[in-house]
């Protein structure tokens, strides 16, 4: 059972699409997706330079899977008022 702290992230593209994601370490994870190892998102080859806008600590890996899903669901409308701090995080997973 892993009990350490799981995080939402997420990423804005050159194109300003925008990614999102959940891991322990967000430094780690946008390093990968920038292309330094193998692990980074397909989504995102080619789509660079990435930014990190936004990130939040979530708790355990169980409720970061069902805050990136409900952001994933998110319009990009809404996506931009999470990164904005017009929305709470909070509001997506009570």
Not at 1 to 27: E, H
Not at 32 to 53: D, F, I, Q, T
Request: hydrophobic share 35%.
């Amino acid at each position: 059972m892993d009990m350490s702290t799981w995080y939402l992230y997420i990423i804005r593209c050159s194109d300003n699409s925008l990614y999102t994601g959940i891991t322990i370490d967000v430094d780690r994870r946008l390093e990968e997706h920038c292309g330094k190892g193998k692990n980074g998102a397909k989504y995102l080859k080619g789509r660079g330079p990435l930014k990190l806008e936004f990130q939040a600590k979530i708790g355990d890996r169980g409720l970061a899977m069902i805050a990136e899903i409900k952001v994933k669901q998110l319009p990009k409308r809404r996506k931009e008022m999470l990164i904005r701090g017009e929305m709470d995080i909070e509001e997506l997973i009570d």
